[in-house]
Nanobody
Framework: QVQLVESGGGLVQAGGSLRLSCAAS????????MGWFRQAPGKEREFVEA????????TYADSVKGRFTISRDNAKNTLYLQMNSLKPEDTAVYYC????????????????????WGQGTQVTVSS
């Protein structure tokens, strides 16, 4: 079992920045592929970014390219999402997720890949 707790959300003006954190407890954090997803009201949950267990590979959605950066600190059992140049369309509840799978051929953007989810943190970007 892995328990995930997100923090760092809030209200920010367009063009601003936020840094989300996801603290993990339970089994070995460093062995998990980690991902960030978001869900806006009335929309499906969508992939944002993912990072492999050793941090060597990251993938991201086109909508956040060049603006968001995922990272992890395995010594602190923490996942991060640095969000810059925020836009109103980035408004959503952001979730971190953990998967015991990874490697060649894995679809990191699929929600079905992930075994564990946090409760989410709200990010609101005003125009």
């Amino acid at each position: 079992q892995v328990q995930l707790v997100e923090s760092g959300g809030g209200l920010v003006q367009a063009g601003g920045s936020l840094r989300l954190s996801c603290a993990a407890s339970g089994r070995t954090f460093s062995s998990y592929t980690m991902g960030w997803f978001r869900q806006a009201p009335g929309k499906e949950r969508e992939f944002v970014e993912a990072i492999t267990s050793n941090g060597g590979v990251t993938t991201y959605a086109d909508s956040v390219k060049g603006r968001f950066t995922i990272s992890r600190d395995n010594a602190k059992n923490t996942l991060y999402l640095q969000m810059n140049s925020l836009k109103p369309e980035d408004t959503a509840v952001y979730y971190c997720a953990a998967s015991a799978r990874g490697g060649y051929g894995v679809d990191y953007s699929a929600t079905s890949l992930y075994n564990y989810w946090g409760q989410g943190t709200q990010v609101t970007v005003s125009s």
